[in-house]
């Protein structure tokens, strides 16, 4: 692995560009997906905070679609040589509202890729930062974590729950289904099985059930945050902790603080452990 991480760093540096574009029926679907009842979008309406997560899926043709529905590895992204990948986190920097019509613009750079160690055995985190160019200039600045990891050891109990980070002066119940799954994955082309393939995310990756898309937990926290704070967000760091499932309830939190210039957020899973957590910091 030592060997392989000298390779994967060649990485570091390459850049990847890209065009895509606000459109109504996107909006308007991903409205749909998150059961809200907003009018038709017009063109130059604001974009909501955190719904630019449907802009620039990545599109590979079938023939070049891994054995877990990602895109194969090696294009952009390294070639990490360990077989499970998931979102881990990101921070994300608003720096002005997309716009309904607008044309972006995304220049992807590869930062860093960082061998560890943990609980479940070796890991590689690759972290990628990308800025979208609206017609106005630059709208959002994002780094993504994604991590890649080992196969757990048969019958490995799972991580030890955290408990909640602060008191929850907001929150929300949800409960996703496979529906709700289906549909954010469609709107972001996201193909990853462990999403909608029952037998495959149970029988190959060994997890009870279809597993939450971490960027549709992170848009429940935009949401949670849209709804209650006083002034719009301007920056968010989340970090994804633990996987949670369809049909089982997850707790959206929120604590701002005194002067509701920042606050805490995280979700919370059917059994009361921390899967994901996050810190804002608001207008």
Known sequence: MTHDIEKLKEWIGQKET???YVTIPAVNRLAATLDRDDPMPKFGDLLPIGWHSILFPRVVRH???G???HPERGDFLPPVPLPRRMFAGKRITIHQQLQVGDEVRRESTIQSVTPKTGRTGQMVFVTVKTDMIGPRGVAITEEQDIVYREEPAKGAPPPEPQPAPGTAVWQKIITPDPVMLFRYSALTFNGHRIHY???YVTGVEGYPERV????LTTLLVFEL???HAKTPLKFIASRNVRPMFVNRPISVCGEPSADGKSAKL???DDQGALSLTATAEFQ
């Open 18 to 20: 890209d065009i895509d």
């Open 63 to 65: 023939s070049q679609i």
């Open 67 to 69: 054995k877990d529905g």
């Open 197 to 199: 393939d029952h037998p």
């Open 212 to 215: 939450m898309n971490g960027g």
């Open 225 to 227: 945050a849209r709804a």
């Open 266 to 268: 995280w979700t919370m």
